[in-house]
């Protein structure tokens, strides 16, 4: 009777197992897309234009026009060395310029009179090839005079140092009385042009190789020129940029690549030479799959898979490679093909082989109803 009882026993406990709820797991179905490769790049702002106040003539600076840190537009005064030299040179050009115009005109009328002299022979033919000559003489020395007038003009100008582009400019290493000279090696102030600005970036030539062997083999495609940058304290900038352009060298020292890009700065938010960190979807990778994080597992040696919905309802492991993410998801490049069902929800204690009862993610339900406490049904 006592093993009557228990066999009795036995068979009902088997066939309360046999009719046990699978647990129900969400899933989302695989399909490939194009996933842009975000890349994070640190960089330095750099001014658009950078010039060098320098003086084109020696002399005593008498007066500052500008002030310091303010805004100068392009041919604006902004010191003046002292012209007493220069303009006396200009008079003096403009002197030896009147003197050789009388000598050339005097010596143009007496080629002239010579001429007919000469042709009736009552002079010698040599008398009058002389006074031709000495007429072209005279006529070449104004115009050498000329050209000494003006160059005295350009350096009685070059005494007020204009400002060469139109920017913010920085203090004055000069003051007024010291001794400006035009073969100097400080010049005399510095002017950057900040809106708008360059960010350069620094990139490894290995990842550069490696992005362009991809692009060459139809595995990606080149990304979007636009440029996000981030600040030093984590904030975002608000305006986005453009990629310029990319060395064609690689620097010997850190084995870098500089990529140029550039932002608008009205308000004059980023200053020259401020570390930042641009982002920017370098390229666009080919049928990879966006999978939720959470549906992502590891192995102990590190290796990545995910639970997928197998013949027959049953869950199976399956091995998958995935290097990065982008939002809150994993991007997976290799392992899934399009129309596998991704279990998403529902993972905890799910082994291969497991009977399940699969239903879209996006269904409302209580998932993995066999987890419930006892008592309490759905």
């Given at each position: 009777?006592?093993?009557?009882?228990?066999?009795?026993?036995?068979?009902?406990?088997?066939?309360?197992?046999?009719?046990?709820?699978?647990?129900?797991?969400?899933?989302?179905?695989?399909?490939?897309?194009?996933?842009?490769?975000?890349?994070?790049?640190?960089?330095?702002?750099?001014?658009?234009?950078?010039?060098?106040?320098?003086?084109?003539?020696?002399?005593?600076?008498?007066?500052?026009y500008?002030?310091?840190?303010?805004?100068?537009?392009?041919?604006?005064?902004?010191f003046?060395?002292?012209?007493?030299?220069y303009?006396?040179?200009v008079?003096?050009?403009?002197?030896?310029?009147a003197?050789?115009?009388?000598?050339?005109?005097?010596?143009?009328?007496?080629?002239?009179?010579?001429?007919?002299?000469?042709?009736?022979?009552?002079?010698?033919?040599?008398?009058?090839?002389?006074?031709?000559?000495?007429?072209?003489?005279a006529?070449?020395?104004?115009?050498?005079?000329?050209?000494?007038?003006?160059?005295?003009?350009?350096n009685?100008?070059?005494?007020?140092?204009?400002?060469?582009?139109?920017?913010?400019?920085?203090?004055?290493?000069f003051?007024?009385?010291?001794?400006?000279?035009?073969?100097?090696?400080?010049?005399?102030?510095?002017i950057?042009?900040?809106?708008?600005?360059?960010?350069?970036m620094?990139?490894?030539?290995?990842?550069?190789?490696?992005?362009?062997?991809?692009?060459?083999?139809?595995?990606?495609?080149?990304?979007?020129?636009?440029?996000?940058?981030?600040?030093?304290d984590?904030?975002?900038?608000?305006?986005?940029?453009?990629?310029?352009?990319?060395?064609?060298?690689?620097?010997?020292?850190?084995?870098?690549?500089?990529?140029?890009?550039?932002?608008?700065?009205?308000?004059?938010?980023?200053?020259?030479?401020?570390?930042?960190?641009?982002v920017?979807?370098?390229?666009?990778?080919?049928?990879?799959?966006?999978?939720?994080?959470?549906?992502?597992?590891?192995?102990f040696?590190?290796?990545?898979?995910?639970?997928?919905?197998?013949?027959?309802?049953?869950?199976?492991?399956?091995?998958v490679?995935?290097?990065?993410?982008?939002?809150?998801?994993?991007?997976?490049?290799d392992?899934?093909?399009?129309?596998?069902?991704?279990?998403?929800?529902?993972?905890?204690?799910?082994?291969?082989?497991?009977a399940i009862?699969?239903?879209?993610?996006?269904?409302?339900?209580?998932?993995?109803?066999s987890?419930?406490?006892?008592?309490?049904?759905?």
């Amino acid at each position: 009777m006592a093993a009557l009882t228990a066999l009795a026993a036995c068979s009902g406990g088997s066939q309360q197992d046999r009719h046990a709820p699978k647990p129900k797991v969400g899933f989302v179905v695989a399909k490939s897309s194009d996933v842009p490769v975000e890349v994070v790049l640190g960089g330095r702002t750099v001014a658009y234009e950078t010039s060098q106040v320098r003086p084109q003539v020696s002399g005593v600076i008498k007066k500052r026009y500008f002030t310091e840190g303010a805004y100068v537009r392009a041919g604006q005064p902004l010191f003046q060395i002292d012209p007493s030299l220069y303009r006396a040179a200009v008079n003096q050009s403009e002197a030896n310029l009147a003197s050789a115009r009388a000598s050339a005109d005097a010596a143009a009328v007496k080629a002239e009179r010579y001429k007919p002299l000469a042709e009736m022979e009552a002079i010698a033919k040599q008398d009058y090839t002389d006074a031709l000559a000495q007429a072209r003489v005279a006529k070449a020395a104004v115009a050498q005079n000329a050209a000494a007038l003006d160059t005295a003009r350009i350096n009685l100008r070059f005494t007020t140092v204009p400002a060469p582009i139109s920017g913010r400019i920085g203090r004055s290493l000069f003051t007024v009385g010291a001794l400006a000279s035009a073969s100097q090696a400080d010049p005399l102030a510095l002017i950057q042009r900040t809106d708008p600005i360059y960010v350069d970036m620094k990139q490894s030539s290995t990842d550069l190789t490696a992005l362009r062997q991809k692009l060459s083999q139809g595995g990606a495609s080149a990304g979007s020129t636009s440029v996000r940058l981030k600040l030093q304290d984590g904030n975002a900038y608000g305006a986005s940029g453009t990629v310029k352009f990319s060395e064609v060298t690689v620097d010997e020292s850190t084995g870098t690549v500089t990529i140029r890009a550039q932002f608008p700065n009205p308000d004059g938010l980023l200053l020259p030479g401020m570390f930042v960190n641009a982002v920017f979807d370098q390229s666009v990778q080919h049928d990879a799959y966006l999978v939720p994080q959470s549906a992502v597992l590891r192995d102990f040696d590190g290796s990545a898979y995910v639970m997928i919905v197998g013949k027959e309802g049953k869950a199976m492991r399956r091995k998958v490679i995935t290097d990065r993410t982008r939002g809150k998801f994993s991007v997976v490049t290799d392992g899934l093909a399009d129309g596998e069902k991704i279990i998403v929800d529902g993972l905890n204690g799910l082994k291969q082989g497991d009977a399940i009862t699969p239903v879209p993610a996006s269904t409302p339900q209580r998932v993995n109803a066999s987890l419930q406490p006892s008592g309490k049904q759905d």
